[in-house]
């Protein structure tokens, strides 16, 4: 199973990006796919999962109502839209998956792929 994640960037405090996470062995039939994130010095943390069934969960409260995870048409392929970025959602994205269920506890994820930086600054 790999994990390939993108459309990280240096942007200014307001403006969107969004991520990508395409997969190779792994559909999102199988499981879960999620987006954690690493800031500076800081612990992971699982920032939104979606599941095959289409339920999704939020893990960060300050992300509510400026991210918004979706799949793609291809069932290899979801989406993180991030709008009205703050310095503080600077990280490392990662994408994630599981062959059961969503967690906020990212250690229990059964596969990573390489992050993909977001920076938000002035």
């Known amino acids: 199973v790999q994990l390939q994640a993108s459309g990280g960037g240096l942007v200014q405090p307001g403006d969107s990006l969004r991520l990508s996470c395409t997969t190779s062995g792994f559909t999102l039939d199988r499981g879960a796919i999620a987006w954690v994130r690493q800031a500076p010095g800081k612990e992971r943390e699982a920032v939104s999962c979606i599941r095959s069934s289409g339920r999704i969960t939020y893990y960060i409260e300050s992300i509510k109502g400026r991210f918004t995870i979706s799949r793609g048409i291809a069932k290899n392929t979801v989406y993180l839209q991030m709008n009205s970025l703050k310095p503080e959602d600077t990280a490392v994205y990662y994408c994630?998956?599981?062959?059961?269920?969503?967690?906020?506890?990212?250690?229990?994820?059964?596969?990573w792929g390489q992050g993909t930086q977001v920076t938000v600054s002035s």
């Open positions: 994630v998956a599981d062959e059961r269920y969503c967690t906020a506890f990212v250690d229990e994820f059964d596969y």
